[in-house]
Every structure is written in C-alpha cells, then in structure tokens.
C-alpha cells in the first residue's frame, strides 16, 4: 500500500473542501472496497479524508412520503430498517444478498454506490485495464469473461457493476444528492453511472471534489417488489444475473411496472422498453417470454457469458410470475 | 490522535526538501533538482499517527504508520493473534472482530480509524477462566478441525447473535416484517456466510451457534 495522509473530516463542507482541494485525495468511510484495492495499488490516494464522523447516519422522512438515507448508513442497518423492510422490501432483499454480515456492518450507502467493478482483470496489474490503465487495452475481451457484462458494454470496457443495493435503487427511481463547491445538487440515479465508451476509466458523473451526502426514495410506488439473484454459490458472491421488479396488476391489466438488471451492465440496467411493454400486456406465458426478449434484445455476449442472456430471461420472468401471482 | 494537518506537512516536506538538497549541494556539488521532483518523492513519506485504541477494555496508545489495518495491529502491536489473517481481502472472516459490539473484517479497516471503539478480540469473549458460551458449544459440539478460523467463526457468531436479538432480517428471512425471525439452521448458515472453513466444519460449527443460541434463550 502506497503511504497517505490520514485526516479526519469534522463537517461535511470540510471533507469536501479537503476532497477538491486534492486531485490524489480520497474520502473513506467502510473502506470495505477501497481499503482492498489500495493493497493492491490498485487505488494510491496520498491523502485519505476520514468522513465516518460526519452527521450522514440517519434515515429520515421528508414531507410527501419520501425517505432520505444518509450517506453513511451502513448496509446492515438499511437493510433492517423497519420502514425500508415493510415499504421498499426489495432494497432490503438486495442488500441482504449482497457481501457477509461483516461487510454489510462496515459498507455504507455512498461507498456501495461507488465500488468498482470486480473484474479479475481489473484487479491483476500485470494485466492491461482500460479502467485501471486508460490505453492499455482489455483483457477481458478476450479472455476469461464469464462474469462481464452483456448490455452496455463497449469495445474498451466490459466489466460489469457490482452492486444489488444500486439495482434496487434503480427500480426504485431513486435519486442522489450531492455536495461540492458549487454547491448541493440532486439527480436521478441512472445518471450517477456514466456508460464506458472510450473512457471506462471515467466511471460517474460526479465532480471532481464532489461527494454523495445521501439517496432518498420517493414514495413506495404500488405493486409488488421482488429481487432475484442467481450467483454461483448460495450466499457471499457477486450477481451473475439480478432482476429487480416492481410490478402492480392483477388478471386484467398491468397498471405499473419496473424492471432493473445487475450483474449485466456497466451500471444497474433499466428495462424502460420492456416496462412500457409490459404494461400493454395481459400476463400470460407467452406475453411473458416476448417481454423477456425485448428486455435483452440488444444483449451483445462475449466467448464465455452468453449463458446470462437466457439467465436474465429467465430471471425476469420468474420475478413477473411471482409478482403477478394471486395471493 | 495527533494528526498532521496541511500546513504541518508542508513545513515538514519544505525541511526535507531543504536538507535533503543542502546535502545533495555539499556533497557533490550538483545542482538542485526540480522542486517537483523532490516533492513527488518526499509525498510518499511514511505518515504515523499517534491513536489510542481500546481493546478487550484495556487502552493502548500507539504510534502508527497510517496503512496499519486493525487486523495488522492486533497481531503486531499487541500480541493478540487469536485474530487470525487469513485472505486479507475481507473473503475469510479469520480476522473477525468485534467493534462496538458489531462484528466486521479486522482486515479492510485502517486502525486509525478506530479511535474511541470498543474492540473485543477472541482473548476479550472469556469473562476470567469462564468461557464464553460460544467457545463452550465449539468446544461441546466440536465445531472445528484444524482451528484456525475458530477465533472468527465465534466473533462472528457473537455479533451474528446479536444482530438476529435484534430482529435483523437475513437473505434466508422468508418474512422480512415477521415481529419473530427463528434462527433455524437455515438461517444460521446464510448468517455465517462470511466465515470460511477449510475443514469444512460447518455441520458441526452450525450446531455448536444453535446451542448457544438456545442457550442464550433460557
């Protein structure tokens, strides 16, 4: 590990004013992603802002029935909230199939938002990394990528995000809040992620010296909410596919619907075709199976993950089924 | 803590930066060298921290390079190896400890980061020569072989049995709004999840945390 210096950040302006004052500079605060990537160099901040003391810990309502989750909140906490388990249980379900409980009690909000990929190749520095070495090329592409992307992948780049707490989030329209220099700023959440293109390096649309301060959820919209998660052991691994759905019908109609991928993309991956499909179908068998195909139409697989685009299929329709079951 | 602010490191790095070239200059007579050269190298100086750390209810104050994690510390500094390392990437759980009662990987947090905690290793659980309940069942049940990862298999079942008194949910919780979660064997084993064993004593390890955990109820 590269040697840094250690501050602790008192205010929230403070660590941001220390953030942009620093291009080499750092803010921890679960340090569960980090802390591992800096023993490999493969992250070497000089200048680490400890922001664990600063008043981002607490889960509060807003006016209109909105819920505001601090920046700090640690995984394990969320997930047992009682409101976030009786009105957005499908954030719950995320969280609590993500990581180990001993992960779950250090990661926090913002952290799990901003983790990097798990990429083998990112994460071996003998090997070429256009995220890790912008120009140094892709080793994935070439190699053993089972568990790469299949949508939203690019030429230069086709590691996917690891998070479920982002995917849930993602059907979930929630937004982000920010704080820099500029000032506080809120946006939706699919545009935190920027897509790889040429520069997987560039990875979010924040600011230099800007900080996530916390995520709120507007109000729990109608319908069931489920999250299923297929990974290669039963608990403690990253999603090779993960469908998030909300869905409101009954036998006659579909009165609202939202779909969101993991372990597919560069970012959690919204189905707003196969939402908006969905929506005009009558749930049936076969209606199923077209919107599946819809939701993968432009899955592009690679030599070894071509698995995942039947496995997503499969995925969002068992959760429709579930969701759309009587009872 | 005694941190170093800026202003500290800048005095600091423009004395370094000052002998070292007064040096260079009586030495060999060669001119200086870029200012930012002599920088980049003097950044990469060791930080240390002074930090008082409370572990097992006892205070140690310690001077620490910035990059020591707790895990490291514990081991190092003060001679506590039951924390035990093992993939030091957070996979294992060997390091598992406890802090202010919740149980986390010793090995992907920095120490300094610990000011003020309350640290509870495996040497910590015993109350005197009276195990606890935890290390009792391992050793009734026989909830190891080798023993390695025991030490992070009992701090994580402590702070795993408290996590469900409190009516934490877990992914196999098939009701998250139940007002009553059981700890069925199920649930024991999707909690543990982040401690391994080579051994593979799990069948043993999952009875040893259920008879505790009935203990725990009478």
């Excluded at chain 1, 992603?33 to 922001?51: G, S």
């Excluded at chain 1, 600011?207 to 052991?233: C, F, H, N, W």
């Excluded at chain 2, 200012?35 to 140690?60: G, K, M, P, W, Y």
């Amino acid at each position: 590990m590269k040697s840094f210096l250690y501050e602790r950040a008192t205010t929230t302006q403070q660590a941001v004013d220390a953030l942009a004052k620093r291009l080499d500079a750092k803010l921890i605060a679960g340090g569960t992603n980090l802390l591992d990537l800096m023993k490999l160099e493969i992250e070497q901040p000089r200048h680490l802002i400890d922001v664990n003391s600063l008043p981002l810990s607490s889960i509060e309502p807003l006016p209109g029935g909105a819920l505001r989750i601090g920046a700090l909140v640690r995984n394990s906490d969320l997930a047992a909230d009682s409101r976030i388990r009786r009105e957005y249980p499908l954030l719950s379900q995320a969280l609590l199939a993500g990581a180990s409980g001993q992960i779950r009690n250090q990661a926090t909000t913002a952290g799990n938002l901003l983790q990097r990929t798990r990429c083998y190749y990112f994460y071996d520095p003998r090997m070429p990394c256009n995220k890790r070495v912008p120009g140094s090329g892709c080793a994935a592409l070439n190699g053993f990528n089972r568990i790469h992307a299949v949508l939203g992948a690019s030429d230069h780049c086709i590691a996917t995000h690891p998070s479920d707490m982002a995917v849930a989030m993602t059907a979930l329209d929630a937004r982000v809040e920010t704080l820099s220099a500029a000032g506080a700023r809120s946006f939706p959440i699919d545009q935190l992620y920027r897509p790889p293109g040429s520069t997987p390096h560039v990875e979010t649309s924040l600011a230099q010296g800007e900080m996530i301060t916390s995520v709120t959820l507007p109000p729990p919209p109608p319908g069931r909410q489920m999250y299923r998660k297929v990974r290669d052991r039963a608990s403690f691994a990253f999603a090779l596919v993960a469908v998030a759905t909300i869905i409101d019908a009954d036998s006659v109609a579909v009165r609202n619907a939202r779909i969101a991928f993991g372990g597919v993309a560069p970012k959690p991956w919204r189905g707003i075709v196969a939402e908006q499909a969905l929506l005009s179908a009558r749930p049936s068998r076969d209606a199923l199976e077209q919107i599946a195909e819809i939701a993968l139409a432009d899955a592009r697989s690679q030599k070894h993950n071509a698995f995942k685009v039947p496995l997503a299929k499969r995925t969002l329709m068992h959760a429709i089924a579930e969701s759309t079951r009587d009872g | 803590m005694s941190e170093q602010d800026d202003n500290a490191l800048l005095t600091r790095r423009a004395l370094l930066e000052g002998s070292a070239a007064s040096a260079l200059l009586l030495t060999t007579g060669m001119p200086l060298r870029s200012e930012a050269a002599a920088a980049d190298e003097v950044s990469f100086a060791v930080h240390t921290n002074v930090v008082t750390l409370r572990i097992n209810a006892h205070d140690s104050t310690l001077n620490l390079d910035s990059r020591t994690t707790l895990l490291d510390v514990l081991r190092h500094q003060l001679g506590l190896t039951g924390v035990k390392k093992g993939c030091d990437h957070g996979q294992c759980g060997a390091c598992t400890v406890l802090v202010n009662g919740r149980r986390i990987n010793a090995c992907l947090t920095l120490a300094v980061m610990h000011e003020n905690d309350e640290i509870t290793t495996i040497e910590g659980l015993a109350s005197g020569e009276r195990l606890h309940p935890l290390q009792s069942a391992f050793i009734a049940h026989d909830g190891f072989q080798c023993g390695y990862c025991t030490p992070g298999q009992i701090c994580s079942a402590a702070g795993m049995l408290e996590e469900a008194r409190r009516g934490w949910p877990s992914h196999a919780t098939h009701n998250l709004c139940a007002a009553n979660i059981p700890l069925t064997d199920e649930e024991i084993r999707e909690r543990m999840s982040g401690n391994l064993c080579r051994c593979a004593a799990y069948p043993n390890i999952v009875k040893a945390i259920a008879a505790a955990a009935h203990e725990a109820r009478q």
